[in-house]
């Protein structure tokens, strides 16, 4: 399974965009890149995942490079309760098992 | 619908005795994952089921620790004479199938081990 490397923390200002990095440089072509959160303890929320193309849905934008060795979460308008661990994860071709890292924690301030 | 149904949310077992985790996956989803994360590191990988299979269970403790996933019922992660060291939150996920698709979580269960 590919490996990725996220900033271990960011901060955001509330009401703008938090703009997410992840590298994965050897992943696989038909390997997709997921994005999860962890508020708190609570169990880890779904986000978005894509494969080639960008992908937007209610919560957030994926773009993802041409060479797909590196991607970008969106959050648009970020709230309070953005406040979160973001895991950046390759799946595994083979399951749908999950390997998450540390992760970025981010921080949004009023 | 609802979502994964873990149960309980919290439970307290003295060193020795047994442990018994229950995940009620989404409807209409057949796969199942279990992750456990211990006080201030990550989630990691346990064992993936399918029903009445255990399909992957690279992450499970070589002792003590099972799971299963019947064709009636919720999935079972189960620790027999649990030690301190077995404290954690056990987060169960499904999904509706194998791979390339999203995965949903439970609440977890808190174990802890007094």
């Known amino acids: 399974d590919a490996k990725t490397t996220q900033p271990p923390s960011m901060d955001c200002a509330e009401g703008r965009a938090a703009n997410l990095p992840c590298n994965h440089s050897t992943i696989s072509g038909n390997e997709y890149v997921y994005w999860y959160r962890q508020i708190h303890s609570q169990g880890p929320q779904y986000i978005i995942h894509?494969?080639?193309n960008n992908e937007t849905n209610e919560m957030a934008s994926l773009i993802i490079t041409e060479d797909r060795k590196s991607s970008t979460l969106i959050l648009p308008h970020a709230t309070l309760r953005d406040t979160a661990v973001y895991y950046c994860i390759v799946g595994s071709s083979n399951t749908g098992k999950l390997i998450f890292g540390q992760g970025t924690t981010l921080q949004v301030k009023p | 619908n609802a979502g994964v149904m873990q149960n309980p949310r919290h439970l307290v077992r003295r060193r020795g005795q047994e442990a018994r985790l229950r995940c009620s996956p989404m409807?209409?989803?057949?796969?199942v994952y279990w992750y456990r994360q211990l006080p201030e590191e990550g989630l990691k990988f346990m064992v993936y089921?399918?029903?009445?299979?255990?399909?992957?269970e690279s992450g499970m403790p070589k002792e003590r620790f099972s799971a299963e996933f019947p064709k009636e019922g919720p999935s079972i992660l189960r620790i027999q004479q649990v030690v301190r060291g077995d404290s954690a939150a056990y987060f169960c996920?499904?999904?509706?199938?194998?791979?390339?698709?999203?995965?949903?979580f439970g609440q977890g269960t808190r174990l802890t081990v007094v």
């Open positions: 089921l399918q029903k009445e299979n255990i399909i992957d």
């Open positions: 894509g494969l080639k």
């Open positions: 996920a499904s999904s509706y199938r194998d791979k390339n698709t999203e995965a949903f």
């Open positions: 409807k209409g989803h057949s796969h």
